[in-house]
Nanobody
Framework: QLQLVESGGGLVQFGGSLRLSCAAS????????IGWFRQAPEKEREGVSC????????NYVDFVKGRFTISRDNANNIVYLQMNDLKPEDTGIYYC????????????????????WGQGTQVTVSS
């Protein structure tokens, strides 16, 4: 069982940066892949980035490549999402999610594959 809590959201200007944190409590965090998702108003929740257990692989969707960086600190049960060069279209509620997968190299963007979810943190980018 894992509990996830996101933090670090806020209001930022176009081109600014934020670092989101996903803090986990519970067991076996290091064996979980972690995904970051976002949901803009009146849109479906979509995957943004994910990281496998052991930091073996990191995936990014095309529209954040080169701007966002995911990392994890297993000693402290935290996953970060560093977001640079933010754009108004990055506005939304950002969620982290966790799940264990048979492969250590697998982290999907399909939200139905994740078992645990946080409550989200709001990111607003002004133009």
């Amino acid at each position: 069982q894992l509990q996830l809590v996101e933090s670090g959201g806020g209001l930022v200007q176009f081109g600014g940066s934020l670092r989101l944190s996903c803090a986990a409590s519970g067991s076996d965090f290091s064996y979980n892949s972690i995904g970051w998702f976002r949901q803009a108003p009146e849109k479906e929740r979509e995957g943004v980035s994910c990281i496998t257990e052991g930091d073996y692989r990191k995936n990014y969707v095309d529209f954040v490549k080169g701007r966002f960086t995911i990392s994890r600190d297993n000693a402290n049960n935290i996953v970060y999402l560093q977001m640079n060069d933010l754009k108004p279209e990055d506005t939304g509620i950002y969620y982290c999610a966790a799940a264990r997968f048979p492969s250590s190299y697998y982290c999907p963007f399909a939200r139905e594959e994740y078992k645990y979810w946080g409550q989200g943190t709001q990111v607003t980018v002004s133009s």
